[in-house]
C-alpha cells in the first residue's frame, strides 16, 4: 500500500538459515524501493549461525565366523553438524564381549575398498597416514572393525563389538556431542562355507596362467554361506 510522507511502517523480518548452514556471521540485506519514484534504501543486518555439532555412525551388522577365522565390518561416520570436526585416534575405540576373547582391530578405509590393509590400521593411539586431521561438515570417513575369532570358539557362540567414536573438546564454543555407537553381532559356524574368488591373468589362446591370483572382493566383502 501507500505510505504517506513523514509517516513509518513496522515489517516484522523471520530469518531461518537452512539446515547445512555453515557456522558462523551470515549478512542478511534488506532492501525496499518506491515503484513510484525508484528510490530505495536497504539495511544490512547480521545473523550468527550457532555451532551445531552431531556425528552419524552406521549401520549395525551380522556376520559368521569360523574358529580362528576373521570378518570385516565397515561402518561410515558422517559429520552431520556444521562445524568442521578435529579426528584423532583416541576417539575411536572398539570393545568386545565376551572380554578377553575374540581380537578386534580397527581401521580406516582410506581406499574404499572394504579390505582391511596393514597401512590403514589405527596402531598406538594414532591414525594411519592419509586420514584427513578434520571432517568437514557433511563428509564421512569409513571405519573397518576387523574381528579375529579364538581358536577354541565353539558353534553357536556370539561375540558382540561396540565401535564407538567419541567426540571431545570445544568447537566454536559448543561442547562435544554425544558419543556414537555401532554394534557388531558375529556368530561362530564351524559348518560355515566361504566362497573366496580369485583371478589371474591368462593367455586367451592356451587357458595358460601368466600372471598371479589375486583375491576379488565385492564391494569389499566375501559373502558367507552355511
Not at 51 to 63: A, D, E, H, I, Y
Not at 128 to 151: D, F, M, N, Y
Amino acid at each position: 500500500g501507500n505510505l504517506a510522507a513523514g509517516a513509518t511502517n513496522k515489517v516484522c523480518a523471520v530469518v531461518t538459515p537452512p539446515a547445512d548452514t555453515a557456522a558462523g556471521d551470515q549478512d542478511v540485506i534488506f532492501s525496499i524501493y518506491s515503484p513510484a519514484t525508484g528510490l530505495g534504501d536497504q539495511l544490512k543486518d547480521k545473523v550468527v549461525v550457532d555451532t551445531v555439532r552431531n556425528f552419524s555412525l552406521l549401520p549395525n551388522r551380522f556376520g559368521q565366523v569360523v574358529p580362528d577365522g576373521t570378518i570385516t565390518y565397515s561402518h561410515t561416520l558422517t559429520n552431520t553438524g556444521n562445524v568442521a570436526e578435529p579426528l584423532s585416534a583416541n576417539s575411536i575405540t572398539a570393545v568386545n564381549a565376551p572380554a578377553n576373547t575374540a581380537t578386534v582391530n580397527l581401521y580406516v578405509d582410506l581406499n574404499n575398498d572394504g579390505v582391511a590393509q596393514s597401512n590403514e590400521q589405527i596402531i598406538a593411539g594414532a591414525l594411519p597416514t592419509g586420514t584427513p586431521t578434520s571432517l568437514a561438515k557433511g563428509h564421512s570417513i569409513v571405519i573397518l572393525t576387523k574381528l579375529q575369532a579364538p581358536s577354541n570358539a565353539t558353534d553357536g557362540q556370539q561375540f558382540i563389538t561396540t565401535t564407538t567414536f567419541t567426540q571431545s573438546g570445544i568447537v566454536g564454543g559448543a561442547a562435544a556431542p554425544a558419543a556414537q555407537s555401532v554394534v557388531d553381532t558375529t556368530t561362530v559356524n564351524d559348518g560355515q562355507v566361504r566362497v573366496a574368488k580369485q583371478q589371474a591373468a591368462a593367455n586367451c589362446t592356451t587357458g595358460a596362467i601368466t600372471g598371479s591370483y589375486v583375491d576379488c572382493y565385492y564391494f569389499g566383502s566375501y559373502f558367507d554361506y552355511d
